[in-house]
């Protein structure tokens, strides 16, 4: 069974960071693509960054580019989310997703088969 482990969340500053990781462990697991979505009160899920395997090319969302960085440990099946310049409208819970099927398709939550429980993100005005 795959599990996906978030940790790193917290309370911060506007304009502070924080660095989210997601460890993927279970049986022998090498996703195509990890990624990280997150979700505030009221509102849908909605996408945030990607990374894939092989080549870790990238995808952010237009509201995180340039102020959010993906990254991942492939030997240690790690993804991380460096978030710099933090502003109150990211705050939400962030959530670590995976697929191990080779798509075009990223910014779906549909997109993605094993999910993480989640990690708050507050940041403060």
């Known amino acids: 069974q795959v599990q996906l482990v978030e940790s790193g969340g917290g309370l911060v500053q506007a304009g502070g960071s924080l660095r989210l990781s997601c460890a993927a462990s279970?049986?022998?697991?090498?996703?195509?693509?990890m990624g990280w979505f997150r979700q505030a009160p009221g509102k849908q899920r909605e996408f945030v960054a990607a990374?894939?395997?092989?080549?870790?090319?990238?995808h952010y969302a237009g509201s995180v580019k340039g102020r959010f960085t993906i990254s991942r440990d492939n030997a240690k099946n790690t993804v991380y989310l460096q978030m710099n310049s933090l502003k109150p409208e990211d705050t939400a819970i962030y959530y670590c997703a995976a697929s191990d099927i080779a798509t075009k398709q990223f910014m779906g939550s549909s997109d993605y088969y094993y999910w993480g429980q989640g990690t708050q993100v507050t940041v403060a005005s």
């Open positions: 990374i894939t395997r092989i080549g870790g090319v990238t």
């Open positions: 279970g049986r022998t697991f090498s996703p195509y693509r």
